[in-house]
Structures are given as C-alpha cells and as structure tokens.
C-alpha cells in the first residue's frame, strides 16, 4: 500500500498547526522567552554591558528551564484542573527539571569550575586545553526560585 506524499503532507502540516495552536505550550515558551531576555537586562544591570550571548545561554538568572516548566504546570493546571492528570504529569516533570538544574547540573558546573582550575594551575604554560570547560550551566536556588515564579504569572496573565 503506497502513501500519498501529499497526504502525508497535509496530515505534517495538520499537527504542526495544531502544536502551534496549544496554549499551555505557547505560555511555556513565552515563560522561557522572558526569563532569558530578564538575563541579558540583570547582565546589564550587573556589568553595564550588554551581552546578548545571555539569551541563548544555560544558567544565571532567572532559570529559563523553570520558568518554562512552571508556566506550563501552571498553565496545564489552569486549563485542565489542578486536580487532572495532566497536571500531576506536568508538575512531576517541573519538579524534576527545577531539582536538576539546582542540584545535577549546578554541580556539573562545579566541577567544571574545579578542572579549569586544575588545568591552569598544575599544567599551564605545557598544556593549553583547546577549550575551557563551561562554568555556568546549573543554578542557585534562588535563580530557579526566581525562574518559577516568571513561568507562573505569565501562565496566569495568558490563561
């Protein structure tokens, strides 16, 4: 049985509309929009620079992974119940992301600081590493804290 490429097509084109359509998805990436936009006005704030690397950049404040996450809990709760099913799957992937992003990935960050230092103490002017190992990748809770709260108004001024 041979498929039409034009059915395939249209049925692709189909869902790709109707994923653009979700509003739950759409609050979480207006979440992750602001939260990095929010880091490059801190960056400024903080440096008097700007740096526009900040928005496409792991780490700092506010977390853009928990504001996306949260905004779509948020949203997901707010469309759906907070008593519904798919709230509970939703919340039960932001917890993970905020706990990894605090916790996993700060860490990782840690050490990475830690060999970096390692490399230019002990082994530096023989040995010049093609790259440095990248520092900021998790956060501190208050930059999650901070991340969480912008996913949930703006799920509360879109919804």
């Not at 249209?10 to 939260?35: P, R, T």
């Not at 707010?78 to 860490?107: C, H, K, P, Q």
Request: a positive charge; aromatic letters at 10%; charged letters at 15%.
């Amino acid at each position: 049985m041979q498929i039409s490429r034009g059915l395939v097509d249209g049925k692709m084109k189909e869902v790709v509309l109707e994923i653009l359509k979700n509003k739950a998805l759409e609050v979480g990436v207006v979440s992750w929009f602001v939260a990095q936009f929010l880091k490059i006005v801190i960056a400024f704030i903080m440096t008097r620079k700007v740096n526009l690397k900040w928005f496409i950049s792991s780490g700092g404040m506010p977390s853009s992974h928990s504001a996306f996450a949260c905004g779509l809990s948020t949203a997901v709760g707010l469309i759906d119940g907070f008593s519904s099913t798919n709230f509970a799957i939703s919340l039960t992937f932001t917890l993970i992301v905020m706990y990894d992003a605090a916790g996993v990935r700060r860490e990782a960050g840690k050490q990475a600081q830690t060999l970096n230092e390692i490399i230019e103490m002990y082994l530096s002017p023989h040995y010049k590493p093609q790259y440095k190992l990248k520092e900021l990748i998790g956060h501190k809770p208050t930059e999650v804290f901070a991340g969480a709260i912008v996913g949930i108004l703006i799920a509360t001024i879109m919804i």
